[in-house]
């Protein structure tokens, strides 16, 4: 029962008309021109993990605080998130008075960011880092602080003050239907200001729940990155339904997506309580595939080493930050082995390169093989593909496209492979079991997990 068969000839129809077709659709929006995050924003964010906690006299470690920040800010630099990429340091809800000042302003609690905003965000800075901040479209932030309506100008002046870069803007106690003219009128006032803030909408994600159709240029006009669907939860299976989200409403999502405007699966939870090692590699690559923000949301104090390791990949960050930030779709969905496929650079003529990541959603408790022809998954260009195993490791060297390889993919677990597409001058290289990336002769290699095997 564990072993799949080779997929069958009508599969393989549908494989090769996604990957060949539809990858190609060019988004003919004219998206938001604030020259900001050309590649998926990255850095950490407070909410998945520390909530609404404003109890710093019982728990004043982890509660929504001045403190917190610049400890994670710090912690961000010490250990090595930031060499790879991880930049903003993003406030979410509760950090406000329940009160706006006596002159109208936003303010935030006095006992919990007791030096002010401005303060915080001087010291994130410091660090050679950016500071991003949270508000809402409505009366009230979700969690009951006040909103941003009727002072929008005010509070995108209050942000540049503070020199913030990074604007989430939630949709709780809001009228779906006034976001079409609320959050690009907010925008507006953003861009006003002068300062250069990314901004990030729910604007989408409360209209689909109302049962509008969002109007996807104009939050492509508007916005840099958006939410579509529901806030992450510490569990796997929260990640499986952002994860079928998002394969089931590909055609209409995967388009939106591009430099300066992304789609938003939601923070990254790798490293907490929900996910085991195995789903926590899977979130990690299939964010890569759906060029999505990678918004860490995890106490980086207690972290374990293997979890931090897989936040700092740097072959998967590179997937998800490649700059021709076309999103990856599911190309294959059957008996639980799902393929997904990713275009990426470099280029060779017509030719992308690409990011193929084999997801085993069974639960039966032995490793799946998936057996597949690169052709099969649209890599058909006739000078192979350098093809990569981004976990482990392993580089497979030069495969053509007739080249069946058997996947061999753990229980909720994931294979992310990389697929460097070849000049087809070069000489195609006869396959090499031993063969690595690393220098000629690495005896580690010898030891790393094979996932892949080539079988024909
Ligand atoms: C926001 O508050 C104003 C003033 O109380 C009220 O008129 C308006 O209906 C409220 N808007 C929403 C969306 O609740
Ligand atoms: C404001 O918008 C204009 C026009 O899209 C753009 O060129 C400019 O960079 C924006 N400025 C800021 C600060 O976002
Ligand atoms: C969607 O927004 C675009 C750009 O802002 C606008 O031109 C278009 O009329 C809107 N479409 C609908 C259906 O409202």
């Not at 090595?80 to 406030?91: F, S």
């Not at 300062?195 to 729910?202: I, K, L, Q």
């Not at 740097?314 to 021709?324: E, F, M, N, T």
């Not at 994931?414 to 090499?432: C, E, F, G, H, K």
Request: glycine share 8%.
């Amino acid at each position: 029962m564990s072993r799949l068969q080779p997929l069958n000839s009508a599969r393989r129809k549908d494989i090769m008309i996604h990957s060949l077709l539809v990858f190609l659709l060019p988004v003919l929006a004219k998206a938001l021109d604030n020259g900001l995050v050309r590649t998926p924003p990255m850095g950490w964010l407070a909410w998945e993990r520390f909530r609404c906690n404003t109890d710093c006299k019982n728990d004043p470690d982890n509660c929504i605080s001045d403190r917190l920040f610049r400890t994670m800010a710090d912690l961000v630099v010490s250990e090595g998130y930031a060499a790879v990429g991880y930049e903003y340091i993003n406030i979410d809800d509760c950090w406000l008075d329940k009160e706006r000042s006596y002159t109208g302003q936003l303010q935030p609690d006095p006992v919990r960011f007791p030096y002010g905003i401005k303060d915080l965000s001087n010291y994130i800075h410091s660090k050679g880092l950016k500071f991003g901040i949270y508000e809402d479209y409505g009366n009230y932030t979700c969690a009951g602080y006040p909103g941003i309506l009727g002072s929008l100008e005010l509070d995108a002046l209050t942000f540049a003050s503070w020199d913030v870069d990074y604007v989430k803007v939630d949709g709780c106690y809001s009228l779906p239907r006034d976001m079409d003219i609320g959050y690009p009128e907010f925008g507006y006032f953003l861009n006003r200001t002068g300062r250069p803030m990314v901004y990030s909408c729910s604007w989408p994600v409360y209209q689909i729940y109302a049962g509008i159709q969002p109007n996807f240029s104009s939050i492509i006009e508007n916005c840099n990155l958006w939410r579509n669907f529901d806030d992450i939860q510490d569990s796997w299976s929260s990640l499986e339904s952002i994860i079928d989200y998002y394969g089931n409403n590909q055609d209409s999502i995967v388009p939106n997506a591009g430099p300066g405007h992304w789609n938003d699966p939601d923070m990254l939870i790798v490293g907490n309580f929900g996910l085991s090692y195995e789903q926590s590699k899977t979130q990690m690559a299939m964010w890569a595939i759906l060029a999505a923000p990678l918004l860490m949301s995890v106490d980086l104090r207690s972290i374990r080493p293997e979890y931090k390791a897989i936040l700092q990949n740097r072959k998967i960050i590179a997937v998800d930050q490649d700059p021709l930030g076309i999103q990856g779709r599911r190309i294959y969905k059957h008996k639980g082995i799902e393929i997904w496929a990713r275009p990426i650079s470099p280029l060779y003529q017509n030719y992308f390169s690409y990011a193929i990541a084999f997801l085993n959603r069974r639960t039966d408790g032995t490793p799946s093989d998936v057996a597949v022809t690169l052709h099969e998954m649209g890599l058909v260009a006739s000078g192979g593909y350098r093809i990569e195993d981004l976990y482990e490791d392993v580089d497979y060297g030069i495969l053509t496209p007739q080249t069946k390889i058997k996947v061999k993919v753990n229980p909720s677990g994931v294979v992310i492979l990389r697929a460097n597409v070849q000049p087809s001058y070069a000489p195609t290289t006869p396959y090499d079991p031993f063969r690595t990336g690393f220098p000629a002769v690495n005896r580690n290699s010898f030891k790393k997990k094979r996932s892949i095997e080539i079988i024909s």
